[in-house]
């Protein structure tokens, strides 16, 4: 019975500070610090690219080969494929510039992606259609308020890319407008 009572102490030690340990490994990606300083990682960071893979549902932000920061994505309403035309409810795939950025946009803040290029306006145009524009990456709407949650795991945009608007602010401190961006299927 000793025995028992020794191992029921211990694994109510032990098992609050697996937890707690297990929760800051999982937020080392966006709170470390770094050797030597008190400054936090995101002090440090030069980000040099952001890479975005649609089937992952995740953003990453590089600087050079290394990921930093990934976050949970939602895209537009018919995610798969590239963007064809204005309406068609896809986010475009291939390389394109973080160009510039709105604070007053209809979402939570909102930087602007460089589609489309040209070989995106010359496959519309082959259709006879529009290709569309105002792609962002960009927070929740501003009229979500407390309804913010509904909007987790969904694919909801018009072809943007949107996070919680906590995320935004980070992304919106930590990558500079000109930086480039690859979307991957």
Known sequence: ???????LSLLLIV???????????ARADTRMAMPGSEATLEEHLNITKVLVRKSERRLYL?????????????????????????????????DYILDWRNANSDFYKSIHISYPNARDRELAEAWGLNPGGSIMIHGLPNEAGDLAFA?????????CIAVTNEEMDEIWALVDN???????P
């Open 62 to 94: 590089l600087s050079g080969e290394h990921k930093v920061r990934s976050y949970r994505i939602s895209l537009g309403g018919n995610p798969i494929g590239h963007k064809l035309y204005e309406g068609d409810k896809r986010t475009p795939e291939g």
């Open 1 to 7: 019975m000793m025995i028992f009572r020794v191992f």
């Open 151 to 159: 909007y987790t795991g969904l694919d909801w945009t018009e072809g």
């Open 178 to 184: 000109g930086t480039p961006i690859r979307i991957l």
């Open 15 to 25: 098992l609050p500070a697996m937890a707690s340990s297990s929760e800051l490994l």
